[in-house]
Nanobody
Framework: QVQLVESGGGLVQAGGSLRLSCAASGRTFSSYPMGWFRQAPGKEREFVASISGSGGNTGYADSVKGRFTISRDNAKNTVYLQMNSLKPEDTAVYYC?????????????????????WGKGTLVTVSS
């Protein structure tokens, strides 16, 4: 059974940084793409970033490109989201997710269709 547990959320001032972590278990971590999504109050969940199993391919939403970086440590079964230059509009619950297929489908796919397994989320609040 795939389990995803996020951590690292909190309150930060605009312009600050946070690093989110997601610990995965239940299958061979390095074989599967991972992603981060977020849901702001009153809005639908949206794609933030994705990464292939090897870490060689990544993709980002336009709204975070150049500010956020997704990475993974396959030895630790963990994926990260480094968030810099945070803005109040980045305030949301951030969810870690993973694909059921062991191949990277690309960020365009994940933007439209999401992923298959989800964590419970971690809240990020950016104050102005």
């Amino acid at each position: 059974q795939v389990q995803l547990v996020e951590s690292g959320g909190g309150l930060v001032q605009a312009g600050g940084s946070l690093r989110l972590s997601c610990a995965a278990s239940g299958r061979t971590f390095s074989s599967y793409p991972m992603g981060w999504f977020r849901q702001a109050p009153g809005k639908e969940r949206e794609f933030v970033a994705s990464i292939s199993g090897s870490g060689g391919n990544t993709g980002y939403a336009d709204s975070v490109k150049g500010r956020f970086t997704i990475s993974r440590d396959n030895a630790k079964n963990t994926v990260y989201l480094q968030m810099n230059s945070l803005k109040p509009e980045d305030t949301a619950v951030y969810y870690c997710a993973t694909d059921q297929k062991p191949y990277y489908r690309g960020s365009t796919y994940y933007k439209s269709y999401g992923m298959d397994y989800w964590g419970k989320g971690t809240l990020v609040t950016v104050s102005s």
